[in-house]
C-alpha cells in the first residue's frame, strides 16, 4: 500500500484542513496517511503546543516525531492544492508548506482556498465536513463547549471577527458595530474576536446582547498568546460558532471555514 506523508505547520485552521483533506483522500484511495505537526502558531506567536494535545484523531492517522523527508515519495507537493489522481493511486506522496483543502483536478470547483464569497457546501465539502465531525477532542475542551452553547437558543447567532492578522486589518469594529445594527433586536450574538478592543467596544455598545465565551482558559484577556489558554480558547471558538441558528465570518479566514464546515449551515455567509 502506498502512503501520504504531510508536514503540517502555521495556525489552527492552516494544519487542521490539510490534514483532514488527506484523511478524506487516504481513505478514498486506500491510502496509508504519516502525519507530522509543527507546534501552533496564534497570529504569528509561536506556541508550545500542537494539535495532538487537543485532538484525537482516527485510527488511520500515524503520528511522526519528527519532520517528514522526501525519502520514497516519488511525488511532491508544495504551495498548491491540487493533487494529481493517478499519484494518488500510484505514488508515496510528500505535503508540506500546504495550508487548505486538496482536491484532485475533477474536484477542481469544489473548492477555492479562503473564500471570499458566498459559498455552498458541494458533495465534496460535505464528505470534508463528515471527516471532520469523526476528529474528536479532549474531554477539558467538550466541557468548556457545553457550558457556553447551553446559553444558546433558537435566536441565537453568531459572529467570527478577525482584526489582527495583517490581512484582515481593513476589518473595523465600527464595521462590525453597523453590521449588528442590522440585526434584528430579539436576536442575541455569539462574538468571537481575536481583538479584545474590539469585542469590550461592542459589549458596551449591545450590553447583555453580546455572548463570549464562559469563563475561558486563562481568563477573559487571554485573546492572542503564545501560551496553552489561547489556544484552548480558539479551538473551543471553532466549535461554539458552529452551534447556533446562524453563523457569519469573516472574508478569507481559515477558522471561519473551519467553523462553517463544522456547522448545520449549508451557505457560507459573511459579515464583512
Known amino acids: 500500500m502506498t502512503s501520504v506523508k504531510i508536514n503540517v505547520r502555521s495556525g489552527l485552521g492552516n494544519q487542521i484542513l490539510p490534514l ?41 492517522c500515524q503520528k511522526s516525531a519528527y519532520l517528514l523527508t522526501s525519502n520514497n515519495c516519488s511525488t511532491i507537493i508544495e504551495n498548491k492544492n491540487i493533487i494529481n489522481i493517478n499519484a494518488l493511486i500510484n505514488d508515496n506522496i510528500l505535503i508540506q508548506n500546504c495550508f487548505h483543502l486538496f482536491v484532485t483536478e475533477s474536484e477542481i470547483n469544489s473548492y477555492k482556498p479562503q473564500p471570499k464569497k458566498n459559498i455552498i457546501k458541494t458533495d465534496y465539502l460535505i464528505n470534508i465536513q463528515k471527516i471532520l465531525h469523526n476528529i474528536d477532542l479532549i474531554d477539558e475542551l467538550k466541557q468548556k ?26 476589518n473595523t469594529k465600527y464595521q462590525l458595530e453597523e453590521f449588528i445594527n442590522s440585526i434584528e433586536l430579539e436576536k442575541n450574538i455569539y462574538l468571537s474576536s ?55 465570518g469573516t472574508k478569507g479566514s481559515s477558522f471561519t ?16
Open 257 to 272: 471555514f473551519l467553523s462553517w464546515l463544522l456547522s448545520k449551515h449549508n451557505i457560507l455567509k459573511f459579515w464583512n
Open 194 to 248: 481575536d481583538c479584545l478592543d474590539t469585542e469590550l467596544y461592542i459589549k458596551n455598545k449591545f450590553g447583555s446582547r453580546i455572548l463570549t465565551i464562559v469563563n475561558p482558559f486563562g481568563g477573559d484577556n487571554n485573546k492572542v498568546s503564545e501560551n496553552k489558554e489561547s489556544i484552548m480558547n480558539a479551538i473551543c471558538e471553532v466549535y461554539i460558532l458552529s452551534k447556533t441558528e446562524e453563523f457569519y
Open 20 to 60: 483532514i483533506s488527506s484523511i478524506y483522500l487516504c481513505q478514498k484511495y486506500n491510502k496509508n496517511l504519516v502525519y507530522y505537526c509543527d507546534i501552533l502558531e496564534s497570529c504569528d506567536l509561536r506556541t508550545r503546543v500542537t494539535i495532538n494535545d487537543f485532538f484525537i484523531f482516527p485510527n488511520i
Open 145 to 170: 463547549i457545553i457550558e457556553t452553547t447551553k446559553l444558546f437558543d433558537k435566536n441565537t447567532i453568531s459572529i467570527h471577527y478577525r482584526g489582527a492578522e495583517e490581512s484582515c486589518l481593513n
